[in-house]
């Protein structure tokens, strides 16, 4: 069955950097591509882009270019989302979620990354 | 970039009763794009509907979707407690702001 499993809470200081994962598993990774969405404290869904798995192109929605990268593991099926000089109101839920190839909505979704972002 | 705008922002129901939740775009959607989650505290979002009205895998035949344009609502028929939560409307993709269903 198809699984995106992300990596763990972190806990970051102003200025850092994290790294986020999204393994995935159940289907051929190269086939979808993979979209990233936050989602502030008590806030809606927001979309930060998608990147192409086959090409490992990406596309940064308005307001994630800059400090934000998505790149991407092939070899062990992984998606990445760093987040460079982090600020406090980076402090979010982060979610990677699998393009739909033929349809409408994301059925796949990661459990969600925390990052807190506090001095 | 189109806008989706979703009311009301809160509806406060019964179990039994029925939910009409809005979505309203800035601009004409193709229907083959507007889908609808559920998302509880903590979990990440469950897809519902996609393409309008087409109900996900697993989704209970409560759940339905309608509209074309600029103009969709999800409908629950009859509210079960599971049910209350914040659903949200995506085209594309761009999310509406959501509108949270709570217990009256």
Redesign the interface.
């Known amino acids: 069955q198809v699984q995106l499993v992300q990596s763990g809470s972190e806990l970051k200081k102003p200025g850092a950097s994290v790294k986020v994962s999204c393994k995935a598993s159940g289907y051929t990774f190269t086939s979808y591509a993979m979209?990233w969405v936050r989602q502030a404290p008590g806030q809606?869904?927001?979309?930060m882009g998608?990147i192409n798995t086959n090409t490992g192109n990406p596309t940064y929605?308005?307001g994630f270019t800059g400090r934000f990268v998505f790149s991407l593991d092939t070899s062990v099926s992984t998606a990445y989302l760093q987040i460079s000089s982090l600020k406090a109101e980076d402090t979010a839920v982060y979610?990677c979620a699998r393009d739909?190839r033929y349809?409408?909505?994301?059925?796949y979704?990661?459990?969600?990354t925390l990052v807190t972002v506090s001095s | 970039e189109i806008v989706l705008t979703q009311s009301p922002a809160t509806l406060s129901l019964s179990p039994g009763e029925r939910a009409t939740l809005s979505c309203g775009a800035s601009q004409s959607v193709s229907s083959s794009y507007l889908a609808w989650y559920q998302q509880k505290p903590g979990l990440a979002p469950r897809l519902l509907i996609y393409d309008a009205s087409s109900r996900a895998t697993g989704i209970p035949d409560r759940f339905s979707g309608s509209g074309s344009g600029t103009d969709f609502t999800l409908t629950i028929s009859r509210l079960e407690p599971e049910d209350f939560a914040v659903y949200y409307c995506q085209q594309y993709r761009s999310f509406g702001q959501g509108t949270k269903l709570e217990i009256k």
Not at chain 1, 103 to 107: A, D, I, Q, R
Request: hydrophobic share 30%.
């Open positions: 979209n809606g869904l927001e979309w998608w929605a308005q979610y739909s349809s409408s909505g994301w059925y979704w990661g459990q969600g």
